[in-house]
Structure formats: C-alpha cells, structure tokens
C-alpha cells in the first residue's frame, strides 16, 4: 500500500507551510502503522447500463440511479463498475483509541488513513481500467455516493448489489455513513471515447464548503490529471 505524505499533509490543511520535525515523525510513525494495522479490502463488479429519462438502469438488477450529475458523468458509458473499498475496523478502533489519549495524533493518524483508502481506490481503479481496455473502452474518474446531487442514500444499494456485507463487512448506517468509516463506495464509467469529465461543479459538489484542493487553489481533476 502506498501513501503519498504531500497527500497526507494536503489532508492536514499543510498546503506549502513548513511542517515541524515532531510532526513530521508522527506522519511517518502513523504511515508505517496503518500499513502495519490496515485489513483492507474491496469488491467491484461491472455491469451494462441502460440510460432513459435521466435515469441509468443497471442490467440485471433492480438498481436504478436518479441523479443529473451522475447522469452527466455517464453520458458515454455504456457500462459501470461499481466498487466497494475498506480500510477495516481496527483503523476505527485506532482513531478512537488516539482521540481519547493523543488528539493531535488522532487527526494525522485519520487523514494517513484517508490517504491509504485513496490510494487503494486508485489501485483498483487501475485495475478496473485494465479490463475496460480489453473491452475497447476507457474509464470515467471515479463518482461517490455524496457528490453533487448524489445522495448518500445509495449507499446502502450499492452494498447490497456488491454482497459488500458479506465479502468485505461493509455495512451502512440508518443514515447512511459507512461503517468502518474508513470505507469507500464509488462508481466508474466504461466509455468509448476517453472524455474530459467535467465532474459537477464546485458549485454543485457537497465538498464545496471543505474542499481540501479548492484550498490549494486546485481542482479534484487537477489532481488526476496530474498525477
Ligand atoms: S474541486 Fe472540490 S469542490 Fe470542486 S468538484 Fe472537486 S471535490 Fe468538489
């Protein structure tokens, strides 16, 4: 597993400010003990979709997303992989563990643990490109439950499509939240033609208010783009 420190100190709100040797050893520490603790793991599973009346229908199931800006993402997808990714519950444990004795070592150790569940979703997400190229196709950026105007409720949906539950124990909260909390559900497009997407504008994003590239005078496809 790979986690990228400039990553871990953006998630900080570091941005380019020097960062103090303590600080920097406590990265360092938490880096090796996430990799140490992390049982991370994941399920994806790509399907056809149908799109009629704003709505994209994925077949064989009875899943069905209403969402413009998800709509917009898959405009030339004729298919989707959706992904379910976890970090597991000792990484809770631990950020719970560190909010009650070490608070500063806490938020370093939730922001090390936010990087690595990134960093994992890219990995599969590299995975996922490789079929698409067998198919002919190329991959959208990834889209969550949560961005722009697509609710946190299908959470729940894309748990119970992926049997996350059972492979990876992911479960969902009554409002949604995933627990363990260091987990990630998302979707890609698999399209004919790579397009520039144009993810929901900031405007529209749910991660407006404490967009952390926004901060850095970045963009979330600045970041991929660049890469
Ligand atoms: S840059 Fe930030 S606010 Fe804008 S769409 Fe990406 S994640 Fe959302």
Redo the contacts with the bound molecule.
């Keep these: 597993m790979y986690i990228d420190k400039k990553e871990v100190l953006r998630y900080l709100g570091y941005h380019s400010k020097k960062i103090d040797t303590i600080t920097n050893e406590i990265i360092d520490t938490c880096i090796e003990e996430i990799k140490e603790i992390a049982n991370f793991n994941y399920v994806y599973r790509i399907f056809p979709i149908e799109k009629k009346d704003k709505k994209i229908f994925l077949e064989g199931t009875s899943l069905i997303f209403e969402s413009k800006n998800l709509y917009a993402h898959l405009l030339n997808s004729k298919k989707c992989a959706l992904l379910a990714v976890t970090l597991g519950n000792i990484v809770d444990q631990k950020i719970r563990y560190y909010s009650k004795i070490n608070l500063s070592k806490s938020l370093i150790f939730d922001a090390v643990a936010t990087t690595a569940i990134e960093s994992i979703c890219d990995e599969i997400e590299e995975n996922i490109k490789i079929i698409a190229k067998k198919y002919g196709l190329h991959i959208t950026n990834r889209y969550s439950p949560g ?1 722009g105007d697509f609710p946190l409720s299908y959470q729940p949906k894309i748990i119970h499509l992926l049997d996350a539950q059972k492979k990876i124990g992911l479960t969902a909260t009554p409002d949604f939240i995933l627990i363990p909390r260091k987990s990630v559900t998302a979707i890609i497009g698999l399209e004919d033609k790579p397009s520039i997407n144009k ?4 405007a529209k ?1 749910s ?2 208010r404490t ?1 952390i ?2 901060k850095d005078g ?4 600045y970041k991929k783009n660049n890469r």
């Design positions: 961005y993810l929901s504008s900031c994003c991660q407006n967009c590239y926004k970045d963009t979330c496809e």
